[in-house]
DNA sequence: AAATAGATTTCGTCC
DNA sequence: GGACGAAGTCTATTT
C-alpha cells in the first residue's frame, strides 16, 4: 500500500519549497526538519535565532516550531491563519499570517534536513473519560456522595457571578451551591465558588444562606484556610 | 552538507521499528506518519480508533500525536517519559510511560507512510517579549503610568494569600496592591486581586485600608461590577 | 516534591 | 464574536 506521501532528504532549497508549497495547496500536512530562525509578532513578539528545528504545518492554518525539548512548541501560530512561502537567495521563508489578532509567524531555513507532506485524514473522534463532566454525572447519579440527604436541583445554573456548576439542597432544604474540580485545588477555585455563593445569596435573598460545598480530590493547606474563612465547606471526592 | 537523517517512505514495518528505536537510542527526533490508534491511561483515559496522524517523539521524553487539525495534540505524553516498541503481526505499538502521576500512551501503528528520525539541537534561547513580567518593568520604571505619585516599593510581595505582583504606596501614604494582566480580564482576576488586598489589610492591620488596582488593557462588564462591588479599581494599560 | 500563578495558553460552549 | 471556565492543560519559580 502505498501513501500519499512526498518526501526528501537533504533536498535543496527548490526542492524543499516546491514540497511545501504543493502540500500546503493540496491540504496535507508539511512538516520540515531544519536549520531555522523564527520571528512572531502579535499578542507578544519573540525572536529566536538559528537551530535545527521540527516545523509542521496543517491544512487548518496552524503552525508548530518544535525543538528536542517540551511539550509546547517554541514558537507556533493558531488554526485559521494562512500560509505563504517566500523564496530568497540560499533561503525560504515560511510566512503565517491572521487578523484578529494581528499576527504574524516567519520561519525562515537556511539548510533543510528532511522534508515530508502527507494526506493525513482522521475520521475518528477522541474517546475521553475523567473529566470534570463524568464527575457531575457521578454525582448527580448519587447525590449522597457528597452527604446524605443532598438533592440537585440543577446544573449550570446561572447567578450574576456566572454559571454554577451543580446547584441543589441538603436535607433541611437549605440552598447548596458545588465547584467541582477533578484535581487538587488551590485558593482559585476557592474564590470562585465563594462568588457563585455570594452572588446566589444575593439573588434568592434567602434568609437562610447558601452553603457552599468545594468537591475535589484533595485541597491545599491555603484553600483549605480560605474556605474556613469564608464559611466555605469541602468533600472529598476522586475523579 | 549532509544531515543527520534517517527516513523512509512506506516502510516495512520492520523497517520503521528499527529507524524509531535507533533514533530513540540515538536522541534523535523521531516522526511517523501513519495509521494508527492510541489508548491512554493516567489522570484521565482515552481511545482514538483508527486513523491517519503524526507522532513525534523527543529525546527529553515527550510524545505528541497529531491530527490534520488543531494546536493541541489529540494525545501526548509530557517530558520525562520512557519510550519502548513493541512489535506485533504487522503491526508496532509505541510505548510511553511515566510515574507521579502514573501515566501510559500506547501508539499502535497498522501502516507507516512515512517515517524519519532527526538529530536536533537547538542552542538559542527564545526571546520573548510583552509578557506580564515586561508590563511589570514599565510600572516600576514609570509608576505615574499607574497615577501621579504613586510609588512602588516592592514586587512579589509576600502576604498570607499568596505574593503580590507589585506593592506600594499612593500621594497620601496610602497602601496600594497592583494585579497586573496582559489582556483583557474576567471576573477571575477580580478574585485574586481581592484575595490579595484582603490578606495585605490584615496583615498591616492599616486602619486607612488598602486599595486594590486591577491593571490590564480592558476588563469584562461582570469583572467591572465585581470591582464597584469590592471597591476596586482599574487602571487600563497595554502590555 | 508541592504550591502558586502565568501563558502568544488553547478549546469548547453558551449567550 | 465576546465571555467564561475547563484542561490529561504545560511551564517556570519559589518554598
Redesign the interface.
Given at each position: 500500500?502505498?501513501?500519499?506521501?512526498r518526501?526528501r532528504?537533504?533536498p535543496s532549497i527548490e526542492t524543499a519549497r516546491s514540497i511545501v508549497e504543493t502540500g500546503l495547496e493540496g491540504g496535507a500536512?508539511v512538516?520540515v526538519?531544519?536549520e531555522c530562525t523564527v520571528e512572531y509578532d502579535g499578542?507578544?513578539?519573540?525572536?529566536?535565532?538559528?537551530?535545527?528545528?521540527?516545523v509542521?504545518c496543517?491544512?487548518?492554518g496552524?503552525v508548530?516550531v518544535?525543538?528536542?525539548?517540551?511539550?509546547q512548541p517554541?514558537?507556533?501560530q493558531?488554526?485559521g491563519c494562512t500560509h505563504e512561502v517566500v523564496v530568497a537567495e540560499d533561503t525560504f521563508t515560511l510566512e503565517s499570517r491572521r487578523d484578529n489578532p494581528d499576527e504574524f509567524l516567519a520561519v525562515t531555513f537556511e539548510?533543510v534536513?528532511?522534508v515530508?507532506a502527507?494526506?493525513?485524514?482522521?475520521?475518528?473522534e477522541?474517546?475521553?473519560?475523567?473529566?470534570e463532566e463524568d464527575l457531575r454525572q457521578r454525582i448527580l447519579e448519587n447525590p449522597s456522595l457528597i452527604e446524605p440527604g443532598f438533592t440537585p436541583l440543577a446544573t449550570e445554573r446561572e447567578t450574576?457571578?456566572?454559571a454554577v456548576d451543580v446547584y441543589g439542597e441538603d436535607d433541611d432544604g437549605q440552598a447548596v451551591v458545588l465547584e467541582l474540580k477533578?484535581?487538587r485545588v488551590g485558593?482559585?477555585a476557592v474564590?470562585?465558588l465563594?462568588?457563585y455563593v455570594e452572588a446566589l445569596q444575593r439573588d434568592l435573598h434567602a434568609e437562610t444562606g447558601v452553603r457552599g460545598i468545594l468537591v475535589a480530590p484533595s485541597v491545599t493547606d491555603?484553600a483549605r484556610?480560605?474556605l474556613a474563612e469564608r464559611g466555605l465547606e469541602f468533600v472529598a471526592l476522586e475523579?
Open positions: 500500500m502505498t501513501s500519499d506521501v518526501a532528504t537533504d500536512v512538516t526538519f531544519g499578542r507578544a513578539a519573540s525572536t529566536l535565532g538559528p537551530g535545527d528545528r521540527h509542521m496543517k491544512p487548518d496552524t508548530l518544535h525543538t528536542d525539548e517540551g511539550h517554541v514558537n507556533w493558531p488554526p539548510s534536513g528532511h515530508a502527507f494526506d493525513v485524514t482522521d475520521p475518528e477522541l474517546s475521553l473519560s475523567g473529566t450574576p457571578a456566572g477533578r484535581r485558593p482559585d474564590g470562585q465563594a462568588r491555603r484556610s480560605l475523579p
